[in-house]
């Protein structure tokens, strides 16, 4: 046995990790690689392979205890977003492991995605305008968000103000190391398999 004295492998990757098998779209040629297998069949350790975003949400959820409901929303410089979502406590992934990709919501947008995130205001659109598909279907008690080109939740705040009243807006907290929040969660996931939960 390689390693004797690590137990498991935990990994969180951004895309679609459904049966072990990961897919996205947005990082070429990545369709339906059998990514656990390629761990298994080289390590004797358990593996657990889980999507970034959602290792990040359930490292936030731990690190508090005062939203039950939220989504982290990750929106990088790239047209590459996702969303971890918690629903009273539990991490949502869908029957497909597909909830939370919010790269395939279909958004009026005045640009298309790729330009967007390239400037504050652009990205400002489009991170209010995934919010408001989340409040519509989750009304979380508050969105968790990465993303460098809002630096104030107040914009942010101000611009979903123009679409719906401010007393459905939930708590925007933003945070500056998602890495952290990932980590923390992978842990947490590694340690729920390790005891058998």
């Known amino acids: 046995m390689h390693y004797p004295n690590i137990s498991m492998i935990g990994m969180s990757i951004p895309g679609i990790i459904h049966n072990g ?46 939203y039950q409901t939220f989504m982290f929303l990750f929106q990088p410089l790239s047209i590459g977003a996702g969303a971890g979502i918690i629903v009273n406590g539990k991490i949502l992934d ?12 279909p958004l009026d947008l005045s640009k298309d995605r790729s330009e967007l995130v390239r400037t504050p205001e652009g990205t400002l659109e489009l991170v209010s305008k995934t919010i408001l598909s989340a409040m519509c279907i989750i009304d979380p008690q508050a969105i968790i968000l990465f993303s460098d080109l809002i630096t104030h939740e ?44």
């Open 94 to 105: 869908g029957s497909h492991h597909f909830a939370g990709e919010v790269i395939y919501l």
């Open 21 to 66: 098998l990961l897919s996205s779209s947005y990082i070429k040629d990545v369709k339906d690689n059998d990514i656990e297998m390629a761990f298994t069949s080289r390590y004797t350790q358990k593996v657990i392979i889980t999507n970034d975003v959602n290792a990040a949400s359930l490292g936030y959820y731990v690190s508090q205890k005062q």
């Open 154 to 197: 107040d914009e942010l705040k101000k611009e979903i103000e123009k679409s719906i009243p401010c007393t459905f807006i939930p708590e925007i907290i933003k945070i500056d190391n998602v890495l952290e929040y990932i980590l923390l969660g992978q842990m947490v996931l590694c340690s729920q398999m390790k005891g058998g939960k």
